[in-house]
C-alpha cells in the first residue's frame, strides 16, 4: 500500500483533486510538473522557465524535481530541456461529473417533452423586468438556444461565450467603442487611468480583470429578479472584484481629488477674477455707474444655467451676457481700435518710373498707395510666377521704383526687378478677374491648391461670397476698367467691357505709350446749347424765339389758340415780361436756378451763406453699422456683428493649415487676425488650442455636456442645489485669489498661447473633505456607482436614445 502524499515543498507538489485534467504521462509515471490548464491543453513544453539575471539567464526546477539542471539555460534564455507535448486526459472525478451532467440533461429533457409546451414555464428562471416584458421568448436574449428542450440541455452544460452571450444585448444597446470591455473603452484609456491612480498612492493600481478581453452583460446586469428590479444598479461588491485598489468608504479612504472639475483652461477667456472678485471689477463700476444692486449684477446665475441632464452649468450666449459691454467696445467700432480691415488691394506702384523705363503693365491707379494685405498674398501664392515674382520684390520700395533700381548692380538686375514688377501687376489683375467672373469658387481651387486638399464647402461658403459682387465690380473698374484687353482676353477697348465700366477711371494710366489718358469724370462746367436752361440759342427748342413753321408754336394767326403767339400775356410762353416765369430770361432772382445774386428788395428773407451745406458721407462712416465698402482701391469689411462669418471662416481656414506644407503663407493671414488689437478681437475671448498633429484650432464655443453616461465621473447640479439652496455656488467653487489666470492664454510678449493643459483657475479643486461632510453611509450615501459610470460612454436602448446622449463627448 503506497504511502500518504509527501507534503513537504522540496519532495513533491501537492496535487489537488479537484483538477479535470492530468498529464497524459501519468500512467507511466511520468508527468510533467507544469499538467494541462483548465481547458485541458498541454503547458509541458520545458522543465522550467529560465529567468534573467544581470548578463545570464538562471534555471528555476525546483528541488522536487531535481533541482536546477547541470547544462542550464540556453544563451537566448530557452530551457536546455525541451518536453514533447502530450495529450492530457480527464480525471476519473471530472468524468464522473461529465456523466452525472447529461444525465441530468437528459432527465430534463424527457420531462419537458413529456409536461409538453406549458410545462416548460417551469423552466422560467422569475419575471423580466417592465423595459423587457415584451420580449415573448427565450431567444430574444439568448444566443444558441430554441423552444427544443435538448438544445437548452445542450446549452447548460457548454462553455460560455462573453461575445456570444451579449452580443443580443448589443444589438438593442448603442454605444461607442469597446462595448464589452472593462468600463466600454479601449485599453489604452484603462492604462492612462491605471498610471494616474498609481501616481496618486494606488496599491498597484492596476485590475484583476484583464483589460483586453470581453465581459459579459450578465455579469453586472442580472434579469429575471421582477418586473422592478433595478437592472442598471451596481452592487459596490461587483467593483470591488476587479480593482485591486480597493477602500473601505468614500469618507474614510477614498483618493482624494487632484484637479477635479478643472481638467484643461476654459475655452474661452473670462477671466473671474476681474469681472467680480476684485474691489474694482467690471460689475462693480457697472452697477456704481448705473446705481443697481452689485450683488445681483454678479449672480452666477446671470451667465450659467443647467443642461438638461444637469451634468454641467452651461455658459448663456453672446447676446445674453457679454454683448452689453463687449459688442462695441470690441467687435463693433470704437476709437481704440481698428474699425475695418482690408482684405483685397491694389498695391501702389511707382507708375511714372515704370512709363519712363518703358514697362507696360496697362491699367493701373496712379493714386494707389496700399500694399498687398495678407489675404491676398494667401491667393496669389497659388501662381508660381507671381510667388517668384514676390520674393525678388521683396525689399524693393514699390512707390519710389526710381532710386532703387538706380542702385541695380547690374543691368541684368534691374531688368530682372522690372520684369517682376510686371509679372506682380499681371498676377493681380488676373485675382480681380477669376473673383469677377467665376466668384469664390475659383478661389476656392487657388486655396485647395496651396492647402492640397479640398476646402470645406461651409468655409468657402463664408471667406468670400459675403463680398457683394457690386462692390468688387465697382472695385475692378475704379483700378482696371480695361481689365480683359489689359489680360489678352478680349480686343482693347472691345464693346462688352465698356458695358461693365460705364464711367472710365479718372484715376488709370497708361504707362505704355508714354502719355497718361485721363477722362473727366463728367460734363460739368462746359457750355450746353442744348438746354432749356442754357440761356444761349437754341433753336430747335419749343421754346425758342424763332420761326418754326411746322410747330404747334410757329405762331400763326391764332388768337384763341394758348399756343398762338397773340399777345395772351397770361401765358407762359406768350414772351410777354413775365419775372416770375422761371423759362422767361428776365432778372429773377428768387429762381433757384437763376443764378443771380438774392434781390434786396426780395420778400425772402433767406440768405444763401446761411443755408445748411449737405456734406456727403464717406464710405467708411456710411459702413460704420457693418459692411463692405471702397477706399483708397481697397475692398474693406466692416464688421456688423459677433461671429462675424468672414472673419470666423478665415480663422478656421489659417488655423488648421498649421502642421501642413501651406502653414509658412497661411501663417500672416492668422497673425493678422489675432493679434491683440485685430479687427473683431475674436481670440481676445476664443481661446486658441494645438491639436496633436499640429493644426490650431478656435474653441468658438465653451465647454458642452457630452450627455448621458458619459466619462467615468457622474455628477449632478440639480439635487445639490435643492437640498441646500441656502448654499451657493461659491460654497463649492471657492475663489483661488493668487491664480495667474490670464497667463495661461497670453504670453508676456503677447503671444498666443496654445497648450490647453497649462493653465491656473480662477477656483480651488474642490477637496473630498468637502463632498464627505454630506456623503457618507447613513447620510447621502456613498456606493461607487452614486458618483461613477461603469460605462465610460453613453449607452443607449436604440429609438430612446435623448438628444444630449448622441452628442460628443468633449473630453480633455
Not at 94 to 121: D, H, K, P, Q
Request: glycine letters at 10%; charged letters at 25%.
Amino acid at each position: 500500500m503506497p504511502g500518504l502524499q509527501k507534503f513537504d515543498y522540496l519532495n513533491s507538489r501537492y496535487e489537488r483533486p479537484n483538477l479535470k485534467w492530468v498529464c497524459g504521462r501519468a500512467q507511466d509515471g511520468a508527468a510533467c510538473r507544469n499538467g494541462p490548464d483548465s481547458k485541458g491543453q498541454c503547458c509541458g513544453v520545458s522543465e522550467c522557465e529560465p529567468v534573467r539575471e544581470g548578463d545570464r539567464w538562471i534555471c528555476t526546477r525546483p528541488p522536487s524535481a531535481g533541482g536546477p539542471c547541470e547544462l542550464g539555460p540556453m544563451s537566448d534564455g530557452v530551457c536546455a530541456h525541451p518536453i514533447p507535448p502530450c495529450v492530457p486526459v480527464r480525471t476519473l472525478r471530472s468524468t464522473r461529473g461529465l456523466v452525472v451532467r447529461w444525465a441530468v440533461a437528459v432527465t430534463i429533457g424527457f420531462l419537458a417533452v413529456v409536461l409538453g409546451s406549458s410545462g416548460m414555464r417551469w423552466l422560467e428562471p422569475g419575471p423580466l423586468i417592465t423595459a423587457h416584458a415584451s420580449l415573448e421568448n427565450c431567444q430574444s436574449c439568448h444566443s444558441g438556444v430554441s423552444l427544443n428542450p435538448f438544445t437548452w440541455a445542450v446549452a447548460a452544460f457548454s462553455p460560455s461565450s462573453p461575445e456570444k452571450d451579449s452580443g443580443k444585448c448589443v444589438s438593442c444597446h448603442v454605444t461607442s467603442g469597446n462595448a464589452l470591455g472593462a468600463h466600454g473603452v479601449v485599453g489604452s484609456v484603462l492604462e492612462a487611468s491605471t498610471k494616474r491612480i498609481v501616481a496618486l498612492g494606488g496599491d498597484s493600481g492596476g485590475a484583476l480583470h484583464d483589460s483586453g478581453s470581453a465581459i459579459p452583460c450578465a455579469t453586472c446586469h442580472v434579469e429575471h429578479g421582477g418586473e422592478k428590479a433595478p437592472l442598471t444598479e451596481v452592487a459596490e461588491t461587483a467593483c470591488q472584484a476587479c480593482h485591486v485598489s480597493r477602500f473601505h468608504g468614500f469618507s474614510k479612504d477614498h483618493p482624494e481629488f487632484t484637479s477635479y472639475p478643472y481638467e484643461r483652461r476654459t475655452r474661452l477667456v473670462f477671466d473671474h477674477d476681474t469681472h467680480l472678485f476684485r474691489a474694482q471689477s467690471y460689475f462693480a463700476k457697472e452697477a456704481s455707474k448705473k446705481n443697481l444692486d452689485e450683488k445681483s449684477l454678479k449672480a452666477c446665475v446671470n451667465c450659467h444655467s443647467p443642461a438638461d441632464d444637469g451634468g454641467l452649468m452651461l455658459t448663456r450666449n453672446f447676446e445674453n451676457t457679454c454683448s452689453g459691454c463687449h459688442l462695441k467696445s470690441d467687435i463693433l467700432n470704437s476709437d481704440h481700435l481698428p474699425s475695418d480691415v482690408a482684405v483685397l488691394a491694389v498695391p501702389g506702384l511707382d507708375v511714372e518710373t515704370l512709363r519712363q523705363e518703358g514697362i507696360d503693365i496697362g491699367d493701373w491707379p496712379a493714386d494707389a498707395e496700399g500694399r498687398l494685405t495678407p489675404f491676398m498674398k494667401l491667393l496669389l501664392s497659388a501662381d508660381k510666377e507671381t510667388v517668384a515674382a514676390l520674393g525678388i520684390l521683396e525689399s524693393l520700395p514699390l512707390l519710389d521704383l526710381k532710386e532703387a533700381l538706380s542702385k541695380a548692380a547690374s543691368e541684368e538686375e534691374k531688368k530682372q526687378k522690372l520684369e517682376a514688377i510686371r509679372t506682380l501687376a499681371r498676377g493681380v489683375k488676373r485675382l480681380y478677374h477669376e473673383l469677377q467672373s467665376a466668384g469664390p469658387q475659383k478661389f476656392g481651387e487657388r486655396l485647395s491648391a496651396i492647402g492640397g486638399k479640398t476646402v470645406d464647402e461651409r468655409i468657402l461658403r463664408d471667406l468670400f461670397s459675403s463680398m457683394p459682387r457690386d462692390v468688387l465690380l465697382a472695385a475692378r473698374c475704379e483700378s482696371f476698367p480695361n481689365l480683359k484687353s489689359d489680360l489678352g482676353l478680349i480686343p482693347e477697348g472691345a464693346e462688352d467691357e465698356a458695358n461693365e465700366c460705364r464711367v472710365p477711371s479718372k484715376v488709370a494710366v497708361k504707362t505704355g505709350d508714354g502719355q497718361a489718358q485721363p477722362e473727366p469724370a463728367s460734363n460739368a462746367g462746359q457750355k450746353d446749347t442744348g438746354d432749356i436752361l442754357s440761356g444761349s440759342k437754341d433753336t430747335g427748342d419749343i421754346l425758342s424765339g424763332t420761326k418754326d413753321t411746322g410747330d404747334i408754336l410757329l405762331g400763326a394767326a391764332n388768337t384763341g389758340d394758348i399756343l398762338s403767339g397773340a399777345k395772351d400775356t397770361g401765358d407762359i410762353l406768350s414772351g410777354a415780361p413775365d419775372t416770375g416765369d422761371i423759362l422767361s430770361g428776365a432778372k429773377d432772382t428768387g429762381d433757384i436756378l437763376s443764378g443771380a445774386p438774392p434781390s434786396d428788395s426780395s420778400n425772402d428773407k433767406s440768405d444763401a451763406a446761411d443755408a445748411p451745406s449737405v456734406e456727403e458721407v464717406g464710405p467708411q462712416e456710411y459702413a460704420r453699422t457693418g459692411g463692405w465698402y471702397r477706399q483708397d482701391f481697397s475692398i474693406v469689411l466692416q464688421p456688423s456683428r459677433h461671429a462675424e462669418p468672414f472673419l470666423k471662416a478665415w480663422l478656421e481656414f489659417s488655423a488648421s493649415a498649421f502642421g501642413t506644407p501651406a502653414q509658412t503663407v497661411v501663417e500672416p493671414v492668422f497673425a493678422t487676425l489675432t493679434r491683440k488689437n485685430a479687427l473683431g478681437r475674436c481670440v481676445k475671448c476664443h481661446s486658441v488650442d494645438r491639436r496633436e498633429d499640429g493644426s490650431m484650432s478656435i474653441q468658438w464655443t465653451p465647454k458642452h455636456s457630452g450627455g448621458s453616461g458619459g466619462g467615468f465621473t457622474r455628477f449632478r447640479h440639480g439635487p445639490h442645489l435643492s437640498l441646500a439652496p441656502d448654499r451657493s455656488c461659491a460654497s463649492c467653487h471657492v475663489q483661488e485669489g493668487s491664480a495667474k489666470y490670464s497667463e495661461g492664454f497670453v504670453a508676456k510678449n503677447g503671444g498666443i498661447l496654445t497648450d490647453p493643459d497649462k493653465f491656473s483657475s480662477n477656483f480651488k479643486t474642490i477637496s473630498r473633505q468637502m463632498c464627505s461632510e454630506c456623503h457618507t453611509r447613513t447620510e447621502a450615501g456613498e456606493t461607487c456607482a452614486q458618483c461613477h459610470n461603469y460605462h465610460a460612454e453613453p449607452f443607449m436602448p436604440v429609438g430612446m436614445t435623448p438628444v444630449h446622449a448622441t452628442a460628443s463627448v468633449q473630453k480633455k
